[in-house]
């Protein structure tokens, strides 16, 4: 595998993740005020960079072989959570993640909230909401970084894909001062989780000790394969017009709640 | 004690998610591929994308079908 698909698959996972944050930083910054926002969000940065200092090493000590099957387990669970959640959205059975609505909730919530100072942050409440946000979507991206850069031997290009989707959606960000709502975050989900699956499939069994057919071309079929079986899911759960459910999710109710 | 558990409730959150059955066919058709390859000497390549699409489409079908009683 080249350094371009991990860049890629690696950028377009991170993107759906800085968008979330992106949301909820702007709630805080737009709301409260923007020192405390700033004040979180490089806490959080802080920690994330330890975690990644502390793993990323530890991680590549592993025998490849052992790597494979735990990254390879991980990728697939992860993958297959995006893939249900994205199937699930797209057949209108969950609803879909929509920024501007998030955006607005988070907006009502600063509101609400009294202004506290802390251990010398003016304001406690968006300082907390910043970090906590950052940190949640930041785990994910981390977590994708180091599993394909460590399996691939290529943190660095792992790094370069999820630097490029932060800054690019930080800037998009400022320039715009709203949240994402245009860039279809479900589509993008969609093709992640496929991506995610069939890496997972791939290093997990060659961990467990399987030999593929055409080693590394597999994928290109198992890639092919994961996005087929997964639409196909798509349209067979897809409601049929006048029998069956709405795809409106308030007429639908199910378990499912929404969710990031 | 709070603090541990809200601490393991995100990891799990975090890794298995919505359907723990998802994870646990993952875990149980690599170790069923190990002990075929290991064991009995066969190269089950294709166990893993079978159980993988499979529990997909399960996992699916439950969330579809609604909470159980």
């Known amino acids: 595998m080249t350094a371009l698909p991990l860049i890629l698959t690696v950028f377009v996972a991170c993107v759906v993740e800085a968008i979330e944050a992106l949301t909820i930083v702007l709630a805080a910054g737009l709301t409260r005020e923007w020192r405390s926002t700033f004040q979180g969000m490089a806490a959080a940065l802080v920690v994330l960079a330890a975690i990644v200092a502390a793993l990323g090493p530890t991680i590549t000590l592993l025998p490849l072989p052992a790597l494979r099957l735990v990254v390879g387990a991980l990728l697939a669970i992860f993958g297959l959570q995006w893939l249900r959640k994205a199937i699930l959205r797209a057949t209108g059975h969950k609803s879909l993640h929509d920024e501007a609505s998030a955006y607005l909730r988070e907006v009502a919530a600063a509101k609400a909230a009294t202004v506290s100072s802390r251990r010398g942050v003016r304001d406690w409440y968006a300082f907390t ?82 030999s593929w057919p055409g080693t590394d071309a597999a994928l290109l079929v198992l890639v092919p394969l994961t996005a087929l079986v997964s639409l196909g899911y798509t349209v067979l759960l897809r409601p049929r017009r006048g029998s069956g459910p709405s795809p409106a999710p308030a007429a639908h109710p199910s378990q499912e709640v929404a969710s990031s | 004690m709070k603090r541990l558990k809200s601490f393991g409730a995100f990891w799990y959150d975090f890794v298995i998610g919505d359907d723990w059955r998802v994870a646990a066919v993952v875990v149980v058709a690599l170790a069923l591929t190990a002990l075929l390859v290991h064991a009995a000497g066969v190269n089950a390549w294709w166990l893993l994308p079978v159980c993988v699409f499979a529990a997909l489409g399960w996992s699916l079908r439950r969330a579809i079908a609604g909470p159980k009683p």
Do not use: C, D
Not at chain 1, 156 to 168: C, N, T
Not at chain 1, 185 to 194: P, Q, S
């Open chain 1, 129 to 210: 909401l910043s970090f906590k946000g950052v940190l949640l979507e930041g785990l994910e991206v981390v977590f994708i970084v180091i599993t394909f850069g460590a399996n691939q031997h290529n943190v660095g290009a792992a790094a370069i894909g999820a630097a490029a989707a932060v800054v690019l959606v930080a800037v998009t960000g400022v320039v715009v001062r709203a949240p994402l709502a245009r860039v279809p975050e479900n589509a993008m989900k969609f093709v992640v989780g496929i991506m995610l699956t069939s890496f997972g499939i791939f290093w997990g069994a060659e961990g467990a000790g399987v």
